[in-house]
């Protein structure tokens, strides 16, 4: 059983990093994609991402219960592709209604600790392999506004926690890996 995160900026090559990884584990591949199309341009996105990866590849979409379906899917013949943490992060952010979190405190929904917390507390359990995607979003100037502020903060959180319980952990910049954690995958 090996968990890892491959993390790095916009375009950056981390999700073929991660496909790579996944291709050459030799196990059955999930892949687990938390997006949500809410627009055309996101729409544009998730095809292009669908159309990269391998078609004998299972899609599971999970927004938010990503902790549960981890823990439903998961086996020692599997690997799990978790495409990506980011983008669950911004889901869990605004999973309660409205268009943006109480601006003024940033008060985060409590299903967004909840679901945190319990991928934490569960990922070191799991029975099979997981590969985790995320952003890298906070190496570059301190956003302008609050909620921009706020996810950029709960992003590196959320990566540096996951990091934490990972074996490996590798960032791509301009499709080259660097290994942080565990060395070559």
């Given at each position: ?30 892949y ?6 809410g ?59 409205g ?6 405190d ?71 890996p ?8």
């Amino acid at each position: 059983m090996t968990h890892t995160l491959v993390f790095g900026g916009a375009r950056s090559g981390k999700s073929a990093h991660a496909e790579r990884l996944a291709t050459q584990s030799g196990k059955e591949v999930i892949y687990l994609a938390t997006a949500r199309a809410g627009d055309g341009e996101m729409a544009t996105r998730i095809a292009h991402h669908r159309d990269q990866r391998p078609a004998v590849w299972p899609t599971v979409e999970e927004p938010l219960a990503l902790a549960d379906t981890l823990q439903r899917l998961s086996t020692p013949a599997n690997l799990i592709l978790v495409d990506c943490l980011t983008l669950w992060l911004t889901n869990l952010m605004f999973s309660e209604g409205g268009d943006y979190p109480d601006v003024g405190d940033i008060a985060l929904p409590a299903r967004f600790h909840r679901e945190r917390a319990r991928l934490l507390e569960l990922l070191p359990a799991l029975p099979g392999d997981v590969v985790f995607v995320s952003n890298e979003v906070g190496m570059g100037i301190v956003p302008y506004g609050a909620i921009s502020r706020c996810f950029t903060d709960e992003a590196g959180r959320l990566n540096q926690a996951v990091a934490a319980v990972c074996d490996r952990v590798t960032f791509v910049a301009a499709g080259l890996p660097l290994h942080l954690k565990g060395g070559p995958c």
